[in-house]
């Protein structure tokens, strides 16, 4: 069984930044692609970051690239989201996850099997 737990969300101004973390159980964290989704109200879930096992590549949503890095640190079954320059449009319950059907996108929700809780990110403008 593989949990995933979501910690770092807050109430932030617009232009602040915040950092994300997803601890994960399990020893084998470090051979798969992680991902981190949002979810605003009565919004469908939507991609935002993802990072391959050993970090060696990362993938964005539009809306967040050149703002938002994810990370990872296996040593510490960890993945982060720094977000910068954060916007109102930002504010979402932000999802960590694992990347488990290699058929499908990195981006689409459905490749996923484990999620964590969310963590609750609101940006006021």
């Known amino acids: 069984q593989v949990q995933l737990v979501e910690s770092g969300g807050g109430l932030v101004q617009a232009g602040d930044s915040l950092r994300l973390s997803c601890a994960a159980s399990?020893?084998?964290?470090?051979?798969?692609?992680m991902g981190w989704f949002r979810q605003a109200p009565g919004k469908e879930r939507e991609f935002v970051a993802a990072?391959?096992?050993?970090?060696?590549?990362?993938y964005y949503a539009d809306s967040v690239k050149g703002r938002f890095t994810i990370s990872r640190d296996n040593a510490k079954n960890t993945v982060y989201l720094q977000m910068n320059s954060l916007k109102f449009e930002d504010t979402a319950v932000y999802y960590c996850?694992?990347?488990?059907?290699?058929?499908?996108?990195?981006?689409?929700?459905?490749?996923?099997?484990?999620w964590g809780q969310g963590t609750q990110v609101t940006v006021s403008s």
């Open positions: 399990g020893r084998i964290f470090s051979t798969y692609t």
């Open positions: 996850a694992r990347y488990r059907d290699t058929r499908k996108s990195q981006l689409i929700k459905e490749a996923y099997d484990y």
């Open positions: 990072i391959s096992w050993n970090g060696g590549r990362t």
